[in-house]
């Protein structure tokens, strides 16, 4: 028994003079009360609550002009920065140091979890809504830049998430930034910033400038995404020795198990979203046609359902009635500078 202690005592001391993690054994009192309190976790909790004041101010501004924005967005974009708490500040961090199944765990919340939480409350939609006309102008110049054009690219996001991911979990990297936390710390920026480029174009509801996709790419993407994580799991769940000095074959076969299970999940769970919205963007096109067609007057609904059968295209854009009323009366479609949307010349 003495050697078996006289070896963790030397991993402790190590992990300490590098700058890694006290190593901590599962209790539930420290599930419980061990939370993170060194600068980067303090950091991060104050970056939360600034991100958190925001968003419900501008929500709080909406509703002072009697607009309402949806309870589930704010819901979704709170749960969204509570979950990367979880991740760096919680005993979920406190237990990366000693078990393998932690640092999956963490690794979950910043980059399956956290990400298209976010998206889903589509910050960039709120923040066009109520801020200046100075922080729009940057914003949107921003988002149709040539830089964020290349930092979206679907493989600089592919290089981001999968590569960043596979050579820290199968090289010795993993170990190095154990034991060095603030290389950690920069590891998982870079995961969480990776995550949220490649879930946001998938799940969010925020308009995408470059690199839009319709549902059914949406959904194959995301259907494409689950097999280098499982392969990932599978690859670790096999392994023979330890992914890192300080955890053990078991917790590291344990950890691996868990990626290969919980990115399944995340793929079939990763559906729903998108295929509600879906659904729903298929209901309000349906909508605003019937509306449009209401508000047509009968003379010109007849001659309009005379002209969508000798030039069906027309029916792909939201005036697609008006439109087809000006091929039936004049043989073509107005230029811009003539076209009037909803006042037509009698």
Known sequence: MTVPVLLTSAATASMRSMGGMRPVSFSWHAALTDWQTGPFSLATVLVLLAVAYWY????????????????????????????????????????????????????????????????????????????????????????????????????????????????????????TAMLNMWLMDVFNVVFFFGATLYWWPLVGLDPIVHWRMGYGARMLSILLGGPPEVILGLAILSSSHPIASMYSLASTRAGGGMLWVATEASALIGFVPVFLQWARADERAAKRIDERRAATPAHVDNRVTTSVRTAPTLLNSDDEIWKAYWVTRTGAVPSAREWVPNSPQE
């Open 56 to 175: 419900l101010r501008a929500d709080w501004r909406l509703a002072g002009r009697g607009r309402r924005w949806p309870a589930r967005r704010t819901a979704s974009f709170m749960v969204g920065l509570f979950s990367i708490d979880l991740a760096v500040q919680s005993p979920v961090a406190t237990f990366t140091a000693s078990y393998f199944q932690a640092h999956v765990i963490q690794h979950l919340l910043l980059m399956v979890v956290a990400p298209p939480l976010l998206a889903l409350g589509a910050p960039s939609t709120l923040l066009l809504q109520t801020s200046t006309r100075r922080v729009k102008t940057l914003w949107l110049r921003v988002l149709k830049s040539r830089g964020f054009a290349l930092l979206t690219f679907p493989g600089t996001v592919f290089c981001l998430y999968f590569g960043v991911m596979f050579a820290f979990f199968l090289t010795s990297l993993i170990n």
